[in-house]
Nanobody, 124 residues
Framework: QVQLLESGGGLVQAGGSLRLSCAAS????????MGWFRQAPGKEREFVAT????????RYADSVKGRFTISRDNAKNTVYLQMNNLKPDDTAVYLC?????????????????WGQGTQVTVSS
């Protein structure tokens, strides 16, 4: 059974930083693309970042470009999201997701496995 476990969320002041981690119990983790999404109360889930199996290709939502960095360590079956210069609008539950293929995607429908999420709250 595939499990994705996010950690690293918390409360931070605007301008601060957090690093999210997602540990995957996924047999072929090093072969699949991974993504981060977020969902704020009353809003739809939105794409944040995605990374290819090798880490060579990354994509970001315009709202986080230049502030967030996605990376992965295939030896540890872990994907990360470094979040800098956080803003109150970044407040949301952040979810990790795995695709069944190596190519990254911005579309949440193309991800087959999801974690439970970790709460990020940014105060002004």
């Amino acid at each position: 059974q595939v499990q994705l476990l996010e950690s690293g969320g918390g409360l931070v002041q605007a301008g601060g930083s957090l690093r999210l981690s997602c540990a995957a119990s996924l047999r072929f983790f090093s072969s699949v693309a991974m993504g981060w999404f977020r969902q704020a109360p009353g809003k739809e889930r939105e794409f944040v970042a995605t990374i290819s199996w090798s880490g060579d290709t990354t994509r970001y939502a315009d709202s986080v470009k230049g502030r967030f960095t996605i990376s992965r360590d295939n030896a540890k079956n872990t994907v990360y999201l470094q979040m800098n210069n956080l803003k109150p609008d970044d407040t949301a539950v952040y979810l990790c997701a795995a695709r069944g293929v190596s190519v990254p995607s911005r579309d949440s429908d193309e991800y087959t496995n999801w974690g439970q999420g970790t709460q990020v709250t940014v105060s002004s």
